[in-house]
């Protein structure tokens, strides 16, 4: 299959690309005229925030030569156009500035350039109507796009503002309920000693004391926050404190979409339900998130159904449609091959005092 790619690439003259970008790791796809997925190539994070403008250029740059190189198309051959879909890129200043520096220092990388948050490529993916994006991975945020182009988003403010129930927050959470605990501050309901266990293993540490260079000198989120997926396995072999750390969780990420829904036009839901895409490392652990989750959607009655995706295939391919569409090219896609349906709520109701759904 990969050879007979190849083979598609040398014959194919027009290529159009799309770039995942994340606080921890990004993923550049190139696809062919038909819409096929040509060849992928993976890097570092590609969020400005964390890196510059300058280096996040550079490493789209470095992920394009790569794929070129794999697929054998010729690097001074420019893609068509080139979707980004990065962390961090929600305002047109630093998007410009971005767009500006890869012309100006890449200039064989793509003709034409379309730059929107991660958020975005993320729901291009799955419709071309619009519908709610939630992430949590690393770091969360959520946005709604209405099929007028009006967006509306709940969070996306980093870890010192926000990133509630990504994995940087619940790494965080369960290293303050420990604190905490031993400080006699607030004494934790369950008991902390696994917790703090997988603590001093994931970053190599032996005290509290040793545990702050992590915390503020040689702070690194990506990192921090890989503590989550050790939570995760506890939560799931019975620990308390950390199925509690994911209960906890799910009604945060709950609370970002009850947050945007007096925002949906009723053109979007006029089919009786919303599309919600769930992107991110912490929707693997849905089984320990749901308990909270739902509850917590339960608190606000609404009219219309909630179907929850997740993307089986990258999100950087709804950065190549928003990229393509940007600029009138005819890009063929199939969406029903992009996601799979994981979940359906409706409003739970009470009958003789129990609560259905």
Request: net charge negative.
């Amino acid at each position: 299959m990969f050879f007979f790619r190849n083979l598609c690439a040398m014959t194919s003259s027009t290529y159009f690309g799309g770039v995942e970008g994340g606080a921890t790791h990004s993923k550049l796809v190139i696809c062919d005229e038909s819409g096929e997925i040509v060849t992928t190539s993976h890097g570092l994070s590609t969020n400005h925030w964390m890196v510059g403008i300058p280096e996040v250029a550079r490493r789209i740059n470095e992920m394009a030569r790569e794929a070129k190189q794999m697929a054998n198309i010729p690097q001074n051959v420019p893609l068509k156009s080139l979707g980004l879909s990065l962390s961090g890129c929600e305002q047109q200043a630093t998007n410009t500035a971005l767009e500006n520096e890869l012309k100006n220092t890449y200039p064989t990388l793509a003709e034409n350039y379309v730059i929107k948050s991660d958020t975005a490529g993320s729901i291009a993916a799955v419709s071309t109507l619009g519908g709610l994006v939630l992430i949590s991975g690393t770091g969360s945020n959520a946005l709604l796009c209405n099929p007028d182009g009006s967006m509306y988003s709940c969070g996306g403010w980093g870890n010192m503002l926000g990133d509630e129930g990504s994995a940087w927050w619940i790494s965080h959470r369960a290293i303050k309920i420990v604190f905490d605990d031993e400080d006699n501050f607030i004494k934790s309901v369950h008991p902390t000693n696994v917790v703090w266990q997988l603590i001093k293993e994931h970053f190599s540490v032996e005290t509290r004391l040793d545990l702050l260079t992590h915390c503020y000198a040689k702070f690194e989120k990506p990192f921090f926050a890989g503590l989550c997926s050790k939570l995760a396995k506890a939560a799931g072999e019975g620990d308390q404190l950390c199925q509690q750390l994911f209960t906890d969780a799910g009604h945060l990420l709950a609370r970002a979409i009850i947050a945007l829904l007096p925002r949906v036009s009723e053109e979007l839901v006029k089919t009786g339900e919303l599309s919600i895409v769930c992107v991110g490392s912490v929707w693997l652990s849905w089984d320990l998130l749901k308990m909270g989750f739902i509850k917590e959607l339960n608190t606000t009655p609404v009219s219309y159904g909630l179907t929850f995706k997740r993307l089986i295939r990258t999100m950087a391919l709804g950065a190549t449609y928003l990229a393509a569409d940007a600029f009138h090219f005819n890009f063929p896609r199939d969406y029903a091959k992009n996601y799979e349906i994981f979940y359906k709520h409706h409003t739970a109701t009470t009958v003789n005092g129990n609560s259905i759904e």
